[in-house]
């Protein structure tokens, strides 16, 4: 589990193909290799991945092909740059919401809008996933926990402030970009349970 909120941006060392659909990705990001260990979990755009080694600063992951395919990891190169979060600890305060690190979706900033202290951003919203953006709700975006500013049926923007557009990926990224999503997980139990209720009253 995580909160969204950026610790550190790392960078892609290089990502090498394993043969099996899948491909072992080094990442460097000093801070948060300060104390992992193989098997701990570190998200990585908002994607969560297992540590599996560390060496000098520099963390290994192995990303399975359908991560590849449903988040916009597999469009990574080496040196880009990637907002990466430890696991948050139970005794730690949360600052963002509650992110699983399981993406819902890869979406696609189709707008920017510069002002004097911040920066509105529009992004496209893949099919599906409207229903779960509410205005002032929170979303994550390539792993950062954000309010939804406003929210149409198939897109949502947000606002940036000068932290958010110096510290992590989203204040590089430009119109066309693609962006991991990853929508509130309460909002798709209280669908559950209401379904179930629904279902449950026509019987």
Not at 97 to 112: C, K, N, S, T
Not at 150 to 157: K, L, N, P, V, Y
Not at 172 to 198: C, F, I, M, S
Request: aromatic share 4%.
């Amino acid at each position: 589990m995580f909160t969204g909120i950026v610790e550190e941006l790392g960078e892609i060392v290089r990502s090498t193909e394993t043969g099996d659909d899948s491909a072992l990705v080094a990442i460097r990001g000093p801070l948060v290799t300060s104390d992992a260990r193989h098997g701990d979990s570190i998200a990585v755009n908002g994607v969560c991945l297992t540590v599996v080694d560390v060496d000098g600063g520099v963390f290994t992951a192995d990303v399975m092909g359908e991560t590849l395919r449903r988040t916009a990891l597999g469009a990574l190169r080496p040196g880009d740059p990637v907002n990466l979060e430890r696991a948050a600890a139970l005794n730690s305060r949360l600052g963002g919401h509650l992110v699983q690190g399981h993406v819902d979706g890869v979406g696609e900033i189709v707008a920017r809008e510069p002002a004097a202290q911040w920066e509105t951003v529009r992004f496209r919203l893949p099919g599906g996933l409207a229903r779960y953006v509410v205005e002032k709700g929170s979303i994550t975006v390539d792993g950062v926990s954000l309010t939804v500013a406003e929210a149409g049926d198939d897109w949502f923007s947000v606002g940036l402030i000068p932290t958010t557009l110096k510290l992590t990926v989203l204040g590089t990224k430009q119109v066309g970009d693609p962006v991991n999503l990853e929508v509130d997980v309460l909002a798709k139990y209280v669908e559950r349970l209401l379904g179930d209720r629904g279902a449950g009253s026509v019987r």
